[in-house]
C-alpha cells in the first residue's frame, strides 16, 4: 500500500558565519494510512524542523518527501499543521475561526463546522472570542480548523507543550477520541514520552546534533491504554534508555 | 470533560470589568460639564451687565439667537450643507487613496522602498504653502478645495494603515499559507482585520484633518460654506455668526469623531487590551 507520507533520505544543515550545523542527517520514514507517529528526542534533535519541512513551510532541505506519491512542494489544507500555539484569528468566533476562509452561509460548510464543534466538544462556545478560551479550548479550535480542510495528515508540534498537565491530559484523551473516530494519519512531535506511548501506533527516537533516527518503537497495547499499567511502563522505560543512551558522547560540542 | 466556564457567564463583551456604581454615568457627565457652564455663564453675566463689548464678545444669548434666525432664513443648513459635501468628498477621495497605498506598502516591500521616501517627505510639506498653487492650477472653485481636503485626509491613513499593516503577526501568515488563503482572503481576512485598529485611529485622525482643511480652504476664498459664512460676517463685525460658525465646526467635528468612535467599540469588539 502507497504510504501516506514517504519521507526519503532528507538531511538539513544551517549555516551561520562561522559555523555548519548540521540538523537533520538522512531521515527515512514512511507514514501509513490510519498511522499515530509520534517523535520524540532531545530539544535541537530537529523534529520541529523535519515537521516543518513534511508541512511544506520550510523548503530548504536535500533528499525527497512526498504526499501520496505526491512531492511536497508548498504547504496546502492536505498537511493539516497544529503550531505549539493555537494561532488563532483573534477577531473571529470560534465558528469563524473554524471555518476562516470558508462562508458559513454555505450549508455544507455550516454542517460541517456544527459536527467538529461536536467532535472537539466547544458547544456553547460558537460564538466566543479567542480571548474569552482556555488554552485547552483555543487548542481545540485549532485541530478542528485543521480537520475541517481533511487533512491527509495532521502534523502537530507540540501542541500541548503551554498547557498545565491536568488540561494536556485531558486534551491527549480529546486528541486519541478524534483519531479514533476519523483515523486521520496523525505525526506528532513531542518531548513527553508518556504523552508519545498514550497516544501512538509507534514511536520515533530521535538523535540530536545531527537529527537522525535513533530508534523506532512499535506500541501495540491495546486502547484505552492506561499510564499506570506495567506494559505501559515497560515501554516508557525502553524509550527513555533510547534517548539517554548515547554512544560517543564527548562528541557533542554544545 | 472540562467545562469551567459556560459561554452563558461570560457578558456580551466577555469582559470581566466591575460595574459602574449606580448613577455614575449621570455624574460623569455633570463632572465634565461644569467647567463649559460656568464659562458659559460668567460670559453671559458679563455682557449682560455691559461690562464687555457685545460688538467685539458677543454673548451665548445672542448666539442662540442667530443660530435660530439663521436657521429658519436657510442659510445656516445650506452652508452647512456645501461644507459637509465638500469635507466629505475630500476625506473620501484622500482617505481611500491612502488606505490603499498604505495596504501596498505595507505589504510589499519593494513598493515601500520605492514610494514611502517621497510620501514622508511630501508630508512634512506645511498645506498653507501649496494652497496658492492649487488655487493657480485648479482656481478657486471646488476642484481646488477639494483637492486641498483629500491631500490633508491622506497622510494619517496612509501612515497609520502602513504601521497596521506591519503590526500583523507574522505568525498568522504561516496559517494562511497552511489554511491555503488566496492573496485577495490574505488581504481581506488576515492584513485588514489585523491592521483594522490602526486604520480606525487613521480614519479618527483623518476626519479631523479634513475639517481643519476644509475651513483653510473655505477662508482662502469661497462663495458659500461654513467657512465663507464666517469670513463674510467678520468683514460686517457679526461676532455672533462668527461664534454659530466656530460652534457649529466644533460641534460636526465631535460627531464625527464619536461616530467613527462608534463603529471602533463594535468593530474592535474582539480585542484584548487595557481599559482603563
Known amino acids: 500500500m502507497q504510504p501516506v507520507l514517504a519521507i526519503h533520505e532528507v538531511s538539513k544543515t544551517f549555516y551561520t558565519d562561522q559555523q555548519v550545523t548540521p540538523v537533520l542527517d538522512k531521515i527515512s520514514l514512511n507514514v501509513q494510512e490510519g498511522d499515530f507517529t509520534a517523535i520524540i528526542g532531545p530539544s535541537g534533535c530537529g523534529k520541529s524542523t523535519l515537521l516543518k519541512i513534511l508541512a511544506g513551510l520550510d523548503a530548504e532541505y536535500s533528499g525527497d518527501v512526498q504526499l501520496k506519491g505526491a512531492p511536497i512542494l508548498r504547504p496546502s489544507q492536505e498537511k493539516g499543521f497544529i503550531f505549539q500555539e493555537h494561532r488563532l484569528f483573534p477577531w473571529l468566533t470560534v465558528e469563524k475561526n473554524i471555518a476562516a476562509d470558508l462562508s458559513l452561509r454555505d450549508p455544507s460548510v455550516r454542517k460541517a463546522v456544527d459536527e467538529l464543534i461536536g467532535l472537539v466538544k466547544l458547544n456553547g462556545f460558537e460564538k466566543a472570542y479567542p480571548r474569552q478560551l482556555s488554552g485547552g479550548m483555543s487548542q481545540r479550535v485549532a485541530i478542528a480548523r485543521a480537520l475541517l480542510r481533511k487533512p491527509a495528515v495532521l502534523l502537530l508540534d507540540e501542541p500541548f507543550g503551554a498547557l498545565d498537565a491536568f488540561t494536556r491530559s485531558h486534551m491527549q484523551e480529546a486528541l486519541h477520541d478524534i483519531w479514533r473516530s476519523n483515523r486521520t494519519a496523525m505525526v506528532l512531535v513531542t518531548h513527553d514520552i508518556d504523552e508519545a506511548v498514550f497516544l501512538s501506533t509507534r514511536v520515533i527516537v530521535m538523535d540530536a546534533r545531527p537529527g537522525r533516527i535513533k530508534a523506532t518503537v512499535p506500541i501495540d497495547l491495546p486502547y484505552p491504554r492506561s499510564r499506570a499499567s506495567r506494559s505501559f511502563t515497560e515501554l516508557r522505560t525502553r524509550i527513555l534508555n533510547e534517548l539517554e543512551h548515547r554512544e560517543a558522547p564527548e562528541d557533542y560540542n554544545i | ?276
Open chain 2, 1 to 276: 470533560m472540562m467545562a469551567p466556564i459556560r459561554a452563558k457567564e461570560l457578558n456580551r463583551n466577555g469582559s470581566k470589568t466591575l460595574p459602574r456604581p449606580a448613577g455614575g454615568k449621570w455624574r460623569l457627565f455633570v463632572r465634565g460639564a461644569v467647567l463649559p457652564v460656568f464659562i458659559v455663564s460668567v460670559w453671559q453675566i458679563l455682557s449682560s451687565t455691559g461690562t464687555i463689548s457685545t460688538q467685539l464678545f458677543s454673548s451665548p444669548a445672542l448666539i442662540l439667537k442667530q443660530y435660530w434666525n439663521l436657521t429658519l432664513s436657510g442659510e445656516l443648513p445650506h452652508h452647512l450643507r456645501i461644507s459637509l459635501v465638500r469635507a466629505l468628498l475630500g476625506f473620501l477621495l484622500g482617505g481611500s487613496c491612502g488606505l490603499l497605498l498604505g495596504l501596498f506598502v505595507g505589504m510589499f516591500r519593494k513598493f515601500e522602498e520605492t514610494v514611502n521616501p517621497t510620501v514622508q517627505m511630501l508630508r512634512t510639506v506645511p498645506l498653507l504653502a501649496i494652497t496658492p498653487l492649487f488655487i493657480l492650477w485648479f482656481g478657486f472653485g471646488e476642484l481646488s478645495k477639494v483637492l486641498l481636503i483629500s491631500l490633508g485626509a491622506f497622510f494619517p491613513l496612509y501612515v497609520n494603515t502602513f504601521l497596521g499593516v506591519r503590526n500583523v503577526d507574522a505568525k498568522l501568515f504561516d496559517v494562511a499559507r497552511v489554511l491555503e488563503f488566496s492573496r485577495f482572503s490574505q488581504m481581506t481576512r488576515l492584513v485588514l482585520p489585523a491592521a483594522l485598529p490602526n486604520v480606525l485611529l487613521g480614519i479618527r485622525l483623518s476626519l479631523t484633518i479634513a475639517w481643519l482643511c476644509l475651513v483653510t480652504a473655505e477662508l482662502l476664498g469661497a462663495e458659500a460654506g461654513v467657512g465663507f459664512m464666517i469670513q463674510d460676517a467678520r468683514a460686517f463685525m457679526q461676532t455672533d455668526i462668527v461664534f454659530v460658525g466656530i460652534t457649529i465646526f466644533a460641534l460636526v467635528g465631535k460627531l464625527s469623531d464619536s461616530l467613527v468612535r462608534f463603529f471602533e467599540i463594535r468593530l474592535l469588539r474582539w480585542q484584548d487590551s487595557y481599559k482603563g
